[in-house]
């Protein structure tokens, strides 16, 4: 077993350098500011990512498996006024800790894995969220963990790492997986008050890992591509038993908003493996135009984490009436987390921010891409600067799509601390709107948000 400073320098390239986790939970206050916040912006930027707790084992490690340590930055009045990162208490971290298990609205047998991979505000409370048959975590403002939650009662089993909110209600669209269902998904609708309100059970050729959905003004889509529960390597103990099963066909569900499982419309696709949509929407002509970021495979030779490649950017145009499509590569530059203005999610889009990554997810440059122009945009602030995920955040009284900000974590590799950047979205490659200096290094980690204080009244 290793420690920290060990793990940094490990063989285990999901452990090493920025991806290696923090060993302590900090507060810090009157953050340090160049540049001006916007006095509109009164909020928390939020961000999740695995920190694994304790002793590690660096030959079994997988990066999906570490525990969930959110960041966040308090930001009102033009002032940062505090930063906060805490473990997300489930079983394992409260014990590790020396503390009592989390308040649960479930039985002590049920499923729960780390929250580690999104946090999102809804109804009034902050969720920390994983994929995989866990139930969501809620924490309080001050990011303290509150309880393992079923969403009063209304939680079948299964959550997600990627609710879509539906811009024009509010509801959160979910695809949830759990291998204890077997061949199965489950679409799930969480209406505004925090309850679900809608289940639909999807039976398919196999158990793939569903990482994320999209939406658009008709369709859910529903990814069932070949990275497949593994029974064999469960029953082995391997800790992440999902492989590459380069026999399973590759297809996009398209799923009637408001049908049923037998109403869905299967569209083959070539091989591939998608994380995360940019966005969907439905073309004039009856097809669903899909941009999202590409993977060739998925844990095939490595077992670790995400390293099979370097993924793009490409468009697929599906045809609900043919079952085929037509594919197109938008930008071969490397990248991933793609995000947007998300009041044009399921709409649309000319606008979408990745942040641009080298082998083993590690970060690099930020990057803007028109879809319209099929022009780039990349940010690039020298080389001891690696980005996360940007979060596009619209400005009051907005008058185009990219009228807002861009905000991201930025790692220096010199002072070994992190940075949150807030940019101009039109000004992308000029001086920034602001820079929060951080007291902390945040590891290379995996999704979050900018949650206005209105979203958690």
């Known amino acids: 077993m290793a420690t920290v400073s060990e793990l940094r320098k490990s063989s285990n390239p999901f452990l090493s350098g920025n991806l290696a986790p ?37 030959d079994s490690y997988h990066w999906f498996l570490g525990s969930g340590m959110v960041h966040g930055i308090r930001i009102n009045d033009g002032k940062a006024e505090w930063y906060r990162n805490r473990w997300v208490r489930d079983r394992n971290v409260a014990k590790t800790l020396g503390e009592p298990a989390p308040q649960s609205d479930w039985p002590a047998d049920h499923a729960q894995f780390a929250s580690n991979t999104n946090v999102i505000g809804h109804a009034g409370a902050t969720w920390a969220l994983v994929e995989g048959g866990s139930p969501p975590i809620e924490m309080n403002y001050e990011l303290e963990t509150v309880r393992v939650s079923n969403f009063a009662n209304t939680l079948p089993q299964a959550f997600s ?32 008050d925090g309850k679900v309100r809608r289940t639909i059970d999807i039976s398919l050729p196999g158990g793939p890992m569903m990482h994320d959905c999209a939406l658009t003004e008709k369709y859910v889509l529903i990814f069932d591509l070949p990275c497949l529960f593994n029974l064999e390597l469960a029953m082995s103990g391997r800790s992440f038993p999902y492989i590459w099963n380069v026999d399973y066909a590759a297809r996009v569900g398209l799923l009637p908003r408001e049908g049923g499982a037998s109403d869905i419309k299967w569209v083959e696709i070539d091989s591939c493996y ?3 949509p940019l966005n969907a929407y439905d073309a004039p002509d009856g097809t669903v135009v899909l941009d999202a970021v590409r993977h060739d495979k998925m844990f095939d030779v490595e077992q670790r984490g995400p390293n099979e490649g370097l993924p793009t950017l490409d468009r697929w145009v599906l045809n609900p009436q043919t079952g085929k499509a037509k594919q197109e590569r938008i930008d071969d ?60 955040i619209e400005r009051e009284n907005s008058k185009s799509e990219d009228d807002g900000y861009v905000m991201a974590l930025r790692h220096n590799t010199q002072t070994d601390l ?10 992308f490659c000029g001086e920034p709107v602001a820079v929060v200096s951080l007291p902390a290094r945040v590891p290379n980690g995996f999704h979050g948000n900018w949650v206005a204080d209105a979203q958690h009244e």
């Open 22 to 58: 923090v060993d302590i939970e900090t507060t810090a206050f009157d953050l340090r500011v160049t540049g001006k916040l916007p006095d509109e912006l009164t909020g928390r930027y939020l961000r999740n990512g695995p920190n694994p707790i304790g002793q590690v084992n660096p």
């Open 161 to 192: 790492a990627h609710p879509k909110r539906d811009p024009r209600t509010g509801e959160l669209h979910v695809m949830a997986y759990w291998w204890g269902w077997g061949n199965q998904v489950q679409y799930l609708v969480v209406g505004v």
């Open 274 to 276: 998608i994380f995360h």
């Open 333 to 392: 530059r490397p990248q991933e987390f793609p995000r947007m203005n998300e009041s044009l999610l399921g709409f649309k889009n000319e606008f979408g921010y990745f942040a641009g990554i080298s082998d083993v997810f590690n970060q690099a440059d930020l990057i803007k891409q028109n879809l319209a122009s099929r022009t780039t945009q990349v940010r690039h602030d020298g080389a001891n600067f690696g980005y996360g995920e940007p979060v596009f």
């Open 418 to 427: 992190s940075d949150l950047i807030v940019l101009d979205a039109q000004d």
